[in-house]
C-alpha cells in the first residue's frame, strides 16, 4: 500500500512534512478552506482538499493522519463532526499525529518543564489544547502521537519580516523567555515519529536555546545591517490581545525525548544558526 498521508489544516508546518515527503514517494492530501491555496498546494506535489469534506471518502486508502485544526470552545472539530469516520478508518491507519502547543504547560517563571510536567495552561487557548489532546488520547487502538511545539518561524515568519515591515518591536518583560522551533525540525521529528510509532506518546518540539524575544529580535537586525528597533516595556507595547496572551508563559522546554527516542539531530539548535540559514537561503534563491 503506498504510504498516503491525509493533513487536515494544510499549514505552514505541514506543508514543510509535505515538501519532505513528496519527493519520498508519498502520496499527500492536505486540507484547506480557500480554493485560492489549491494551485499552490498542487504546485508542491499535495493534493488539494477543500474543507469541510466527506471525511469517509478522504480517508480511504490513507495510512498516516495529521491534524493540525485547532480546537474551539466546544472541543476539537475534527472528532466531533468525523469521529466515526475516523473509527472505521483505523485498520489501515500506521500512525497519527496531532499538533499541539507548549503552551499546554502554563507559566513556570521562565523555569524547565519537559513532557512529563503536569498540563496547567494559563490561556483559554491552551486548556483547550489539553482537552483535545486527551480527546484524541482517549481513542481506544488509535495510533495518536501529541507534539507539543514551541514559537514557529521558517521562511516568511519570524523576525526578519518583521524587522523589513517596520513592525519588530523589542518587547521588555523581565523574566521573559521562550523556546522555539523551526519548520524544517518539526518536519524531521514528524517523519521520524513515522518510522518509528510510539501511540500515545507524547514530544516536545523545540531548539536547545530558549531565549528573550528581544534577543532574537536583536540578533536579527544584526544580520540585516539594521538598527534593532528600541526596547519598549511589555505593558507600553502595542500588541493584539493574541500577541499579548503568549507574554502570559515564560519557560524553557526540554527536547531530551525527540533526540533519544526518535534519533533527531536537530537542523536548527539555535535561533541564531537559524537566522543565518535562513538568511543565506534568502541569497541563495
Given at each position: 500500500m503506498t504510504k498516503t498521508l491525509l493533513s487536515l489544516g494544510h499549514g505552514f508546518s505541514a506543508r514543510e512534512l509535505g515538501r519532505q515527503l513528496v519527493p519520498l514517494g508519498w502520496r499527500v492530501i492536505g486540507t484547506t478552506r480557500k480554493p485560492e491555496k489549491c494551485a499552490a498546494f498542487e504546485a508542491e506535489g499535495i493534493e488539494p482538499l477543500l474543507w469541510p469534506c466527506d471525511m469517509e471518502q478522504a480517508l480511504r486508502g490513507v495510512t498516516h493522519l495529521?491534524?493540525?485544526?485547532?480546537?474551539?470552545?466546544?472541543?476539537?472539530?475534527?472528532?466531533?463532526?468525523?469521529?466515526?469516520?475516523?473509527?472505521?478508518?483505523?485498520?489501515?491507519?500506521?500512525?497519527?499525529?496531532?499538533?499541539?502547543?507548549?503552551?499546554?504547560y502554563g507559566d513556570h517563571d521562565g523555569g524547565w518543564v519537559d513532557e512529563d510536567s503536569p498540563t496547567d495552561p494559563a490561556t483559554l487557548r491552551g486548556q483547550r489544547r489539553v482537552l483535545a489532546e486527551r480527546e484524541w488520547r482517549d481513542i481506544p487502538g488509535l495510533p495518536i502521537h501529541i507534539f507539543r511545539l514551541a514559537g514557529i518561524y521558517g521562511p516568511g515568519r519570524g523576525p526578519f519580516a518583521k524587522l523589513r515591515k517596520g513592525t519588530a518591536q523589542r518587547i521588555i518583560k523581565k523574566n521573559?523567555?521562550?523556546?522555539?522551533?523551526?519548520?524544517?525540525?518539526?518536519?524531521?521529528?514528524?517523519?521520524?515519529?513515522?518510522?518509528?510509532?510510539?501511540?500515545?506518546?507524547?514530544?516536545?518540539?523545540?531548539?536547545?536555546?530558549?531565549?528573550?524575544?528581544?534577543?532574537?529580535?536583536?540578533?536579527?537586525?544584526?544580520?540585516?545591517?539594521?538598527?534593532?528597533?528600541?526596547?519598549?516595556?511589555?505593558e507600553e507595547a502595542q500588541m493584539s490581545p493574541m500577541a499579548r496572551s503568549f507574554y502570559s508563559d515564560s519557560k524553557c522546554v526540554h527536547n531530551t525525548r525527540i533526540k533519544q527516542e526518535l534519533g533527531?539531530?536537530?537542523?536548527?539548535?539555535?535561533?541564531?544558526?537559524?537566522?543565518?540559514?535562513?538568511?543565506?537561503a534568502e541569497k541563495n534563491a
Open positions: 495529521l491534524t493540525s485544526i485547532s480546537p474551539d470552545d466546544q472541543g476539537d472539530p475534527v472528532l466531533r463532526d468525523h469521529r466515526a469516520a475516523i473509527l472505521d478508518a483505523m485498520p489501515n491507519l500506521k500512525w497519527v499525529g496531532y499538533l499541539s502547543t507548549t503552551g499546554v521573559q523567555v521562550f523556546s522555539r522551533t523551526h519548520i524544517e525540525d518539526i518536519a524531521q521529528v514528524l517523519m521520524a515519529s513515522m518510522a518509528n510509532p510510539n501511540p500515545g506518546r507524547i514530544y516536545n518540539v523545540c531548539d536547545d536555546d530558549p531565549a528573550p524575544p528581544q534577543d532574537v529580535i536583536e540578533y536579527a537586525a544584526e544580520l540585516l545591517n539594521m538598527e534593532p528597533p528600541p526596547e519598549v516595556p511589555f533527531v539531530t536537530l537542523k536548527h539548535p539555535t535561533y541564531k544558526a537559524a537566522l543565518r540559514a535562513m538568511l543565506d
